[in-house]
C-alpha cells in the first residue's frame, strides 16, 4: 500500500529540547516538502528537497533543521530556536517540483505540542 | 502571500451540489491551479488541478474562467462526508531555482447539511 507515513501522530515536548519529525514515503518520488500548520490557517512551507542530499528552504526555515540521506526518507528537527513550536506539522511527496504540473500528496500530520 | 480569494464558509444540502469559487486575479500563464481538501486534523487531499481547461475526475469538476482569473469546484451531489476545508492553490514558479512551490489560504470551510 504506497503512501506517507508521519510518526508519531501527537508528541509532546519540554521547551528547550529538540524533537525530530519523521517522514517516509514509498511512492518513489524524487522531491519532498515540510509544512507548518497554525490554527484556523493554510499550510507555510518550512523545508523541501528535490533530490536526495539537497534540500532548500521555504517561507519559515528559521529554527528548523532537515536532513536527506535516502529517498524515502526526510526527517524535519525542530530546534530549541524556533520561538513558537506548536503546532500541526505536515510532510508531502511529489515526482518533480521542477514541472509546472506536479502534484504534492500529504501524510497524516504531526501535531507538536511544547509544554 | 496567497494568490487566491476564497469564502470563508458555505453551507450546501445533502445531495445537492456543492460550488465552491475562488479568485486568481494575478495568476501567470504557467501556472496551475490546483483544489485540495482537509478534514480536522488530517493531511489535505488532493482533488483536482487545471490549467485553463475544465477538468472532471471521480470526484469533482473544475471549471476555470477563460480569462483565468477565477475558477469553480463543483461537487456534484455532496455528502455528509465532503464537510471539509477546500483550498484552492496557485502553484507558482520560485524564483530563479527552476522549481514551483504552492502557495496555500485560509480556504473555505464547507458544512454539508443533512
Known amino acids: 500500500d504506497g503512501g506517507i507515513t508521519q510518526s508519531p501522530k501527537y508528541l509532546f515536548r519540554k521547551e528547550g529540547q529538540n524533537v525530530t519529525l519523521s517522514c517516509e514515503q514509498n511512492?518513489?518520488?524524487?522531491?519532498m516538502y515540510w509544512y507548518r500548520q497554525d490554527p484556523g490557517q493554510g499550510l507555510r512551507l518550512i523545508y523541501y528537497?528535490?533530490?536526495?542530499?539537497?534540500?532548500q528552504k521555504g517561507d519559515i526555515a528559521e529554527g528548523y533543521s532537515v536532513s536527506r540521506e535516502k529517498k524515502e526518507s526526510f526527517p524535519l528537527t525542530v530546534t530549541s530556536a524556533q520561538k513558537n513550536p506548536t503546532a500541526f506539522y505536515l510532510c508531502?511527496?511529489?515526482?518533480?517540483?521542477?514541472?509546472?504540473?506536479?502534484?504534492?500528496?500529504f501524510g497524516p500530520g504531526t501535531r507538536l505540542t511544547v509544554l | 502571500d496567497a494568490k487566491t480569494t476564497q469564502p470563508t464558509s458555505m453551507d450546501c444540502a445533502e445531495g445537492r451540489a456543492a460550488n465552491l469559487p475562488c479568485n486568481h486575479s494575478?495568476?501567470?500563464?504557467?501556472?496551475?491551479v490546483y483544489w485540495y481538501r482537509q478534514i480536522h486534523s488530517q493531511g489535505p487531499q488532493y482533488i483536482i488541478h487545471?490549467?485553463?481547461n475544465n477538468e472532471t475526475n471521480e470526484m469533482a469538476s473544475l471549471i476555470i474562467t477563460e480569462d483565468r482569473k477565477s475558477s469553480t469546484l463543483i461537487l456534484p451531489h455532496a455528502t455528509l462526508r465532503d464537510t471539509a476545508v477546500y483550498y484552492c492553490?496557485?502553484?507558482?514558479?520560485?524564483?530563479?531555482?527552476?522549481?514551483?512551490?504552492?502557495?496555500f489560504g485560509t480556504g473555505t470551510r464547507l458544512k454539508v447539511l443533512a
Open positions: 494575478t495568476i501567470s500563464g504557467n501556472e496551475y
Open positions: 528537497s528535490q533530490i536526495v542530499n539537497d534540500f
Open positions: 487545471g490549467l485553463k
Open positions: 508531502a511527496s511529489s515526482i518533480d517540483l521542477r514541472e509546472e504540473a506536479d502534484t504534492q500528496y
Open positions: 492553490i496557485v502553484r507558482v514558479r520560485d524564483g530563479p531555482s527552476g522549481t514551483y512551490k504552492y502557495i
Open positions: 511512492l518513489n518520488h524524487d522531491a
